[in-house]
């Protein structure tokens, strides 16, 4: 058990439907970081919160959008779904907002699989 | 730009057999490295890792790493494969820029242990 708790663990929903994703970092960790998971793109990395703040972007769609609350829990929310959009979404967590700062290593929760019809 | 990359995403060894996954990246600082494990269905757990300490890097349930920076590769092995080693292995490279602390990973290789 990592300590990331992420949540729905499945998510069957219509094209064109809003979904949120949850993530619970583990107890003391500050940064988060969502990254996607498919078969032809492998594993991405979407975007990082470092104690609220957005800290780093990457292959994040327009249609994604990403917050830190105050208890350092995270959501990504997901819009206008469409087919291709079907993956695990994985969340992590790591103590530092950067990786030479904390280690470098991140502990993933066991990721929400997306499926969109 | 950082980047990762695994020589093969299928390998398939017999039980007893070494275990020898392959891993090249291409950093323009000095990398911190990773080796995750992915059982089905589950999230990724850390392996082993370098900071720039050893060379010779020892993990979790008998594997190693050896981060060679004249061959710019980090290959993860094993002695002996089980058949619970069967997973899906990616490798990692911390993305060290400014105060950035996300992974960047290759695309995997699934291990297959044969009875």
């Known amino acids: 058990d990592s300590g990331v708790t992420q949540t729905p663990k499945h998510l069957i929903t219509a094209t064109g439907q809003r979904v949120t994703l949850r993530c619970s970092p583990r107890?003391?960790?500050?940064?988060v970081y969502w990254y996607q998971q498919s078969l032809d793109q492998g594993l991405q990395f979407l975007i990082q919160?470092?104690?609220?703040?957005?800290?780093a972007k990457g292959n994040i769609l327009e249609r994604f959008s990403a917050q830190q609350f105050p208890d350092l829990h995270s959501e990504l929310n997901l819009s206008s779904l469409e087919l291709g959009d079907s993956a695990l979404y994985f969340c992590?967590?790591?103590?530092?907002?950067?990786?030479?700062?904390?280690?470098?290593?991140?502990?993933f929760g066991e990721g929400s699989r997306l499926t969109v019809l | 730009a950082q980047s990762v990359t695994q020589l093969g995403s299928h390998v398939s060894v017999s039980e007893g057999a070494l275990v020898l996954l392959r891993c090249n990246y291409s950093?323009?600082?000095?990398?911190?490295l990773f080796w995750y494990v992915q059982y089905p269905n589950q999230g990724l757990q850390l392996l082993l890792k370098?900071?720039?300490?050893?060379?010779l890097v020892k993990g979790i349930n008998g594997f190693e790493a050896e981060f060679k920076k004249s061959e710019t590769s980090f290959h993860l092995t094993k002695p002996s494969a089980h058949m619970s080693d069967a997973a899906e292995y990616f490798c990692?490279?911390?993305?060290?820029?400014?105060?950035?602390?996300?992974?960047?990973f290759g695309k995997g290789t699934k291990l297959s242990v044969k009875p």
């Open positions: 992590a967590s790591s103590v530092a907002n950067s990786g030479r700062a904390g280690g470098g290593e991140l502990f």
């Open positions: 107890s003391g960790d500050l940064s």
């Open positions: 919160y470092y104690n609220g703040e957005e800290r």
């Open positions: 950093s323009s600082v000095p990398p911190y």
């Open positions: 370098y900071t720039s300490a050893a060379t």
């Open positions: 990692a490279v911390s993305d060290l820029r400014g105060s950035q602390g996300n992974l960047i």
